[in-house]
């Protein structure tokens, strides 16, 4: 089954428990990545600009609405896409 999409059988409750669950785990993985970026190349990054969009994504899992969720884990693959596109500038 594919992230994101709802299986019959699975409550919403816990459709949404485990989206949120994904969503968490994919900002944990941007955060370190951020970090790790920057100690590679401290003078040309800015982490706290990345921390802040992570901080922005954590913060919309409060929400109740499982298409707000769906967005927002699709918003996480954007942000994810972007900081492997600006990661490769640096290269």
């Given at each position: 089954m594919a992230s994101g999409?709802?299986?019959?059988?699975v409550s919403?409750?816990?459709f949404m428990y485990n989206l949120r669950r994904e969503i968490e785990i994919d900002c944990e993985i941007l955060y370190q990545r951020a970090k790790m970026i920057d100690q590679v190349?401290?003078?040309?990054?800015?982490?706290?600009?990345?921390?802040e969009k992570i901080n922005e994504l954590?913060?919309?899992?409060?929400?109740t609405n499982v298409d707000?969720?769906?967005?927002?884990?699709q918003r996480?693959?954007?942000?994810?896409a972007e900081?492997?596109?600006?990661?490769?500038?640096?290269?």
């Open positions: 999409q709802a299986d019959p059988e919403i409750e816990d190349n401290q003078s040309e990054f800015r982490l706290k600009y990345w921390e954590k913060g919309g899992l409060i929400t707000a969720l769906k967005e927002l884990r996480c693959e954007v942000v994810s900081l492997e596109e600006f990661s490769k500038k640096l290269e």
